[in-house]
């Protein structure tokens, strides 16, 4: 069974960057496909950003030109860089895995299998 645990949460004044990362676990992690996701107090969980095992990746409008996804299969590890931070980003973020076929491009309502325990990010303003 695979495990997801996040790092690097954290509090920034706005404008500023912060770099998540996701240990992954106990399996074979270049056969999964990942994604970022978050969720703010009294909201619904939202995608970020996905990645397919290929690389291909798909962002949520809001974090379209200042978070960037990206993995490193031989470290297993998937990373969530994010600048230019706004306080709307603030929220929960998890990580999230799933095994898939080498062909699948995750979208946002894509359904993970399984998820890390989360991050907190909190931006003030």
């Known amino acids: 069974q695979v495990q997801l645990v996040e790092s690097g949460g954290g509090s920034v004044r706005a404008g500023g960057s912060l770099r998540l990362s996701c240990a992954v676990s106990?399996?074979?992690?270049?056969?999964?496909?990942m994604g970022w996701f978050r969720q703010a107090p009294g909201k619904e969980r939202q995608g970020v950003a996905t990645?397919?095992?290929?690389?291909?990746?798909i962002y949520a409008d809001s974090a379209k030109g200042r978070f960037t996804i990206s993995r490193d299969n031989a470290k297993n590890t998937l990373n969530l860089q994010m600048n230019s931070l706004k306080p709307e980003d603030t929220a929960m973020y998890y990580c999230?895995?799933?095994?898939?076929?080498?062909?699948?491009?995750?979208?946002?309502?894509?359904?993970?299998?399984?998820w890390g325990q989360g991050a907190q990010v909190t931006v003030s303003s």
């Open positions: 106990g399996h074979i992690y270049s056969s999964y496909c």
């Open positions: 990645m397919s095992r290929t690389g291909t990746t």
């Open positions: 999230a895995a799933d095994p898939c076929a080498i062909w699948v491009g995750p979208g946002l309502e894509y359904e993970f299998a399984a």
